[in-house]
Structures are given as structure tokens and as C-alpha cells.
């Protein structure tokens, strides 16, 4: 599957909306390299009223919802369209990340259709995998640190 179209949409609703978000998780794993799967995108935001508006209009835009499961550690808010089960992950915290702004500042920014989303470093998401520690989070990590291994070779 090619994720272009579904992230070039994406970065337009984000940048339409001026939404600060940073991706995180196998997406982002996915932008720098590493051969790993994912089926739903992840992003680190602000939990702010202004920002929580700036999520409805997006999944509005979308034809979507936004579900706030009860995933009360990472604070998240799912937009979710049944006709296609798009899903994007909305998270305040995420395991082993400081702060938005730490996080934030060592981003790359990959540009999809002329705008730019802010990708997470992958030490970051390695260390966000760690602190999970989840089972599906351990059998990546492998995978993630060979390739954060090679790209510092490189």
C-alpha cells in the first residue's frame, strides 16, 4: 500500500487547520528508512481547547469523528472514517517523550504535496517503543535500531 496519497492529505488538513503536530510510531519509523508496517499514523500534539477544535475541523474535513478511547496514559484522540477505516492517533503523551517541544525540536520535516510534516527523530521513537513496552513495541525495536545504525553510518 502507498501511503503517499493518504499522508499528502494529511499534511494539507494539518497545514489548512495549523495544526503543530509531530509523527511518531511505525509511520514515522517507516519515513526514515525502516521496513515496518503500520495501520493506523500516530502524532504528538498539544492538548490545548484551541488545538482540540483545530482536531474536529480536521476530522469534519475528513467526514470523519474524533473518539476519545480510554487510553488515559497517552491522553488520545482518534479520527476515525468508517468507509475506508482511516485512523489517525492524536496523542497529549506518549511513553518515553519529555515534552511536545523536546520532541518537536529534533524532528526532521518530510514534505508531502508542497507542505511539511514534522517526522520524529528515530532515536525518539525508539526510545518511545522502549518506555511503552509493549510486546508489539519490543519486536520492532530490532528492526528500528539496525536502521538508526545504518543512517549514522551512512
Not at 489548512?16 to 493506523?40: C, E, F, Q, R, Y
Amino acid at each position: 500500500m502507498d501511503a503517499r496519497p493518504l499522508l499528502e492529505l494529511v499534511a494539507r488538513l494539518l497545514a489548512k487547520h495549523k495544526l503543530d503536530v509531530v509523527l511518531i510510531g511505525n509511520a514515522a519509523a517507516a519515513l526514515h528508512g525502516s521496513p515496518v508496517t503500520t495501520l493506523d499514523i500516530d502524532f504528538m500534539f498539544r492538548k490545548t481547547p484551541a488545538n482540540l477544535k483545530k482536531l474536529r475541523a480536521i476530522a469534519d474535513d475528513l467526514d470523519a469523528v474524533v473518539m476519545r478511547p480510554y487510553y488515559p496514559a497517552s491522553d488520545l484522540f482518534r479520527i476515525v472514517r468508517d468507509r475506508d477505516s482511516l485512523q489517525l492517533d492524536f496523542m497529549a503523551k506518549v511513553d518515553g517523550v519529555r515534552s511536545f517541544e523536546s520532541l518537536r525540536s529534533k524532528a526532521i520535516t518530510v514534505v508531502f504535496a508542497e507542505r511539511g510534516i514534522r517526522v520524529a527523530a528515530l532515536a525518539d521513537i525508539i526510545k518511545s517503543k522502549q518506555a511503552a513496552g509493549r510486546p508489539q513495541d519490543y519486536a520492532v525495536l530490532p528492526v528500528l535500531k539496525r536502521t538508526l545504525r545504518e543512517t549514522r553510518r551512512a
